[in-house]
């Protein structure tokens, strides 16, 4: 900011980042989803749907890229964190949707393995994950796609 003055990019992010997070948390209330999943979960859009998921009693599984990521959003209160790089990362997704029943995805990244492997875990073919292969719906939103993606009863639409 300059001579108190914000640029439009600074502008917009004071009401696009709170828009979207509090969207994603009504989506699920629309659904009747009971738990969400977001991935870049240390954006500051993820970090802003972080606080209003924990003042909202709202189950919120983040996922980061790395270990300083996770700690940042363990710092600020987050329950559930997965690291994409650590070793034990579709271990660690398998518990963190068990533990909080989350069957839609907020999907930032888009491309890559990511979205797959949240299905995969979400669709009970991840291993002792059998238990989510029910017929509740389980969606997943992604930036980089126009139209729903579904794998089982996990869709993959735009955020």
Same mark, same amino acid.
């Given at each position: ?35 969400? $999943?977001?991935?870049?979960? =240390?954006?500051?859009?993820? *970090?802003? @749907?972080?606080?209003?998921?924990? &003042?909202? /009693?709202?189950? +919120? ?19 559930? $964190?997965?690291?994409?790089? =650590?070793?034990?990362?579709? *271990?660690? @997704?398998?518990?963190?949707?068990? &533990?909080? /029943?989350?069957? +839609? ?29 029910? *017929? ?24």
């Amino acid at each position: 900011m300059q001579h108190g003055y914000a640029r439009a990019a600074e502008g917009a992010s004071c009401f696009v980042n709170p828009l979207t997070s509090q969207g994603m948390v009504e989506t699920m209330r629309l659904e009747d989803h009971k738990a969400l $999943v977001h991935t870049a979960a =240390a954006s500051n859009l993820g *970090q802003m @749907l972080n606080k209003i998921c924990i &003042a909202d /009693g709202v189950a +919120l599984v983040n996922i980061v890229r790395s270990q300083q990521q996770a700690d940042l959003l363990k710092a600020q209160g987050a329950r559930h $964190v997965c690291d994409s790089s =650590a070793p034990s990362f579709m *271990q660690d @997704l398998t518990e963190a949707l068990a &533990a909080t /029943g989350a069957t +839609l995805a907020f999907d930032a990244i888009g491309g890559g393995k990511l979205a797959g492997q949240i299905l995969t875990v979400a669709t009970g073919m991840g291993g002792k994950s059998r238990q989510f292969g029910s *017929q509740t719906i389980r969606v997943a939103f992604s930036e980089h796609c126009h139209r729903p993606l579904r794998r089982n009863s996990f869709r993959i639409a735009t955020i």
